[in-house]
């Protein structure tokens, strides 16, 4: 399967661009865009957002990427000492820290809770939630980031790629 890892690794690096390019979407504009609306028109907005990503396209990269991060993990890790491995296995490890740990761990119940809040409550809700939500979505963005990079380091360190 070794032969087949700088393969894997242009398909996660791909995945990951695509997963973390929309969290860097939502921390650089998408959520100054749902600030500046009333509060609850900005907290409805965010509402549907969270109802309609959940969709076959957005789950092949947001479910896909782990994936191929853990494949990456454990072979990279079984020949850490090779050429980029240890790129690999670092920019695996942060992206399923990250991007998905974090959005798992933090982001999701972040937005369970607002779907379950009434736009009545907005004024309370709304300000609380961004301000938690944005934070931890700035960090996963970064690690993204962190993560293609290394990725991609790893790949420069292949021979034949």
Same mark, same amino acid.
């Given at each position: 399967?070794?032969?087949?890892?700088?393969?894997?690794?242009?398909?996660?690096?791909?995945?990951?661009?695509?997963?973390?390019?929309?969290?860097?979407?939502?921390?650089?504009?998408?959520?100054?865009?749902?600030?500046?609306?009333?509060? +609850?028109?900005?907290?409805?907005?965010?509402?549907? #957002?969270?109802?309609?990503?959940?969709?076959?396209?957005?789950?092949?990269?947001?479910?896909?990427?782990?994936?191929?991060?853990?494949?990456?993990?454990?072979?990279?890790?079984? +020949?850490?000492?090779?050429? %980029?491995?240890?790129?690999?296995?670092?920019?695996?490890?942060?992206?399923?820290?990250?991007?998905? %740990?974090?959005?798992?761990?933090?982001?999701?119940?972040?937005?369970?809770?607002?779907? %379950?809040?009434?736009?009545?409550?907005?004024? +309370?809700?709304?300000?609380?939630?961004?301000?938690?939500?944005?934070?931890?979505?700035?960090?996963?963005?970064?690690?993204? #980031?962190?993560?293609?990079?290394?990725?991609?380091?790893?790949?420069?360190?292949?021979?034949?790629?």
């Amino acid at each position: 399967m070794n032969e087949y890892l700088p393969l894997i690794v242009v398909i996660a690096i791909t995945s990951a661009g695509v997963v973390t390019g929309l969290l860097f979407a939502f921390s650089n504009f998408v959520m100054r865009a749902l600030q500046d609306l009333p509060t +609850e028109h900005g907290m409805f907005a965010m509402q549907r #957002i969270n109802e309609t990503i959940i969709n076959p396209l957005f789950l092949i990269f947001f479910l896909g990427t782990p994936v191929l991060c853990l494949i990456i993990g454990v072979l990279s890790a079984l +020949e850490l000492s090779a050429a %980029g491995h240890a790129y690999f296995f670092g920019g695996a490890v942060i992206y399923l820290l990250g991007p998905f %740990g974090i959005t798992m761990l933090f982001n999701v119940p972040l937005n369970n809770k607002l779907a %379950g809040t009434a736009l009545s409550k907005s004024a +309370e809700a709304w300000p609380l939630y961004r301000k938690q939500w944005q934070w931890w979505n700035h960090i996963r963005t970064y690690m993204g #980031i962190l993560s293609v990079f290394l990725l991609a380091l790893g790949l420069a360190g292949v021979p034949g790629m």
